[in-house]
């Protein structure tokens, strides 16, 4: 019991130390080089597989015409080329160029981030591909303008944010997917040798290359400038309600339709759903607020090394009562502090909070930084040995959504507290966006949910009720046919993906088209695109390579075997029994 006293001492300093401000230690450059190689990694500090990514070399352009030489470079001496942005928040192996590293470049837009230009007339803005989101919203705002739609992490780059879907949430107007807000952009693409080896495109609005190139996963070509599209400045007005789950499955069509920036999240060990509203309002509604998402604010280190402790202290002791224990206090501090919102741009004081729309609709603190300031960072800071999770997001078509949420609801009702690993990170978050015509996007009108879970230190080291999760994750992708999200999800969500999309062979025809010597692919932007599944090796489920077919995919030595699901019983899922005739 002494671990329970102690969380609940230490979650005491966690709500009052964060009234304190703190500013975090500036995040770690993705790409890091000694004398003989490079390495790129992404803002967790490991990839699925857990293994580094070197590269021959790297460039850092500041320039189109630069950064076209560098493809030019490519291109002449056969080489692969990936593009990594300052941030680097993919999940999947995308900005890997090559297991050989030899024979590879690795271009980063770290120093080609300085364009924006600002169209008033026409409400259009046009970036460098390594520009910030928050530099591109602010300097809109200044404008008097708001772009519509944004992720609802800041950390990105306008290039990156594009290539692999990143999206808000509404089912209103263009909808909550920042690649239907693109109206055109400048892609650099081989060439010949007459052409320089490298040349620029510009692709229009009404180019039918736009559908393929505005979700492209970097594989065809180097984006140089992103266009999109604007509109007059407004307000957003946000009230979160938490109440009972108990109509979800009813609810959340008409929340989405109801609401232009509306979402949901969902607790299910907690019987809990909390209603985001959230409208746009006139400017000259008052408020002053913005939306400083908890788990994206600056967290002291010791904090952020403390929670892990305690998460790793449960696994190790297969403690379901400390994991809901810290789910309890998590919800409720949300509760206490709108969940981040500000009315005043510092403190929570009551709904709604109304701010303009640059300040409400992405958020991410813990990125920013004075240089003297070394005790706090964002949560998941690698170098911290803060927190350490997976991230499964699948995108449903709106009508199978409804059965999803009854069938977790059954596997809930079997043992509730089974769900409070899910629910002490984020729950699950239900978010709209509209059918788009980018050849990887969504064809219809798609719901978005989002699950994080704790990550072992050791690939070998199986999790608590870990099966719970593969359950509903395989529910997801194979028996509801949800879409993974192309930066996230572990690598078995991709498995047969290409079936999932209409367009995909206009996709590949495409790619043909502008990279016919696979330069800009790799076997692991190949291993997502076409859902290949990986090497079935011992231990391979417990990282979601693989889907277990035998005990010894799971950790039968540590008491996980592979067995049938419990709702879904096509799932194959790695469950603790301590023999393996149990169920």
């Not at 379901?320 to 919102?341: P, S």
């Not at 996007?441 to 050791?458: K, L």
């Not at 799971?554 to 996980?560: I, L, N, R, T, V």
Request: hydrophobic content about 35%; overall charge neutral; aromatic content about 10%.
């Amino acid at each position: 019991m002494y671990y329970f006293r102690w969380l609940l001492g230490f979650l005491h300093l966690l709500v009052w130390g964060s009234i304190i401000l703190v500013h975090a230690i500036p995040a770690p450059d993705p790409v890091q080089c000694n004398r003989t190689i490079c390495t790129v990694s992404n803002s967790y500090g490991a990839w699925g597989d857990r293994k580094d990514c070197s590269v021959k070399s790297v460039v850092y352009p500041t320039t189109e015409e630069e950064l076209r030489s560098a493809v030019a470079h490519a291109n002449k001496n056969k080489l692969k080329v990936k593009v990594v942005s300052k941030f680097s928040h993919t999940i999947p192996k995308l900005a890997c160029p090559s297991s050989l590293g030899h024979d590879s470049l690795l271009i980063s837009t770290a120093k080609y981030d300085s364009g924006i230009e600002i169209d008033s007339v026409n409400l259009a803005v046009t970036a460098d591909a390594g520009v910030a989101l928050r530099d591109v919203i602010d300097k809109v705002e200044e404008a008097g303008l708001s772009l519509v739609a944004a992720p609802y992490w800041e950390g990105v780059s306008v290039a990156g944010m594009i290539s692999t879907g990143a999206h808000g949430s509404s089912w209103w107007g263009k909808g909550g997917a920042v690649h239907d807000h693109v109206i055109g952009l400048s892609m650099i693409v081989p060439g010949n040798e007459s052409e320089g080896y490298a040349k620029v495109k510009q692709i229009g609005a009404q180019d039918q290359l736009l559908n393929a190139a505005k979700v492209s996963l970097g594989i065809l070509g180097v984006i140089s400038k992103v266009k999109l599209s604007l509109e007059r400045g407004f307000k957003r007005s946000i009230t979160y309600n938490f109440t009972s789950d108990s109509s979800i499955e009813n609810n959340f069509m008409e929340h989405g339709k109801k609401y232009e920036f509306g979402d949901i999240t969902w607790y299910p060990s907690k019987h809990t759903a909390v209603y985001r509203y959230d409208s746009r309002v006139p400017m000259d509604t008052p408020g002053d607020g913005i939306n400083d998402f908890l788990g994206f604010q600056s967290n002291e280190i010791l904090i952020s090394k403390s929670v892990r402790a305690s998460e790793k202290l449960f696994e190790s002791t297969k403690s379901v009562n400390g994991e809901c224990t810290l789910a309890d206090t998590t919800l409720w501090y949300k509760k206490q502090i709108g969940n981040g919102l500000k009315n005043n741009g510092q403190i929570f004081t009551g709904y709604p909070v109304v701010g303009r729309q640059g300040k409400m609709q992405t958020s991410g603190s813990c990125l920013y930084s004075p240089k003297t300031r070394i005790d706090a960072s964002c949560a998941w800071d690698p170098r911290i040995k803060g927190l350490f999770f997976y991230e499964s997001t699948a995108i449903f078509t709106a009508t199978k959504f409804v059965d999803f949420i009854k069938d977790v609801k059954k596997l809930r009702d079997l043992k509730p507290e089974n769900f409070c690993g899910i629910d002490h990170y984020n729950g699950f978050l239900i978010r709209y966006i509209k059918a788009s015509k980018a050849y990887l996007g969504q064809s219809e009108d798609s719901i978005v949910v989002d699950f994080n879970y704790y990550r072992a230190d050791e690939a070998s080291t199986p999790r608590l009720n870990q099966d719970v999760m593969e359950e509903v994750e395989q529910m997801a992708f194979f028996k509801y046919g949800a879409r993974p999200h192309w930066a996230k999800n572990r690598n078995l969500a991709f498995l047969k993906v290409q079936s999932k999309y209409l367009n995909f062979n206009m996709f590949i025809a495409v790619k043909k088209q502008l990279d016919p010597e696979n330069m800009l692919s790799s076997e692991w932007s190949d291993e997502i695109l076409f859902g290949k599944e990986g090497v079935r090796s011992d231990g391979c489920a417990l990282e979601g390579l693989c889907i277990c077919s035998e005990d010894r995919h799971c950790s039968p030595s540590k008491g996980y075997f592979c067995k049938p699901g419990l709702v879904y019983s096509e799932a194959r899922v790695c469950r603790y029994s301590p023999s393996s005739s149990n169920l």
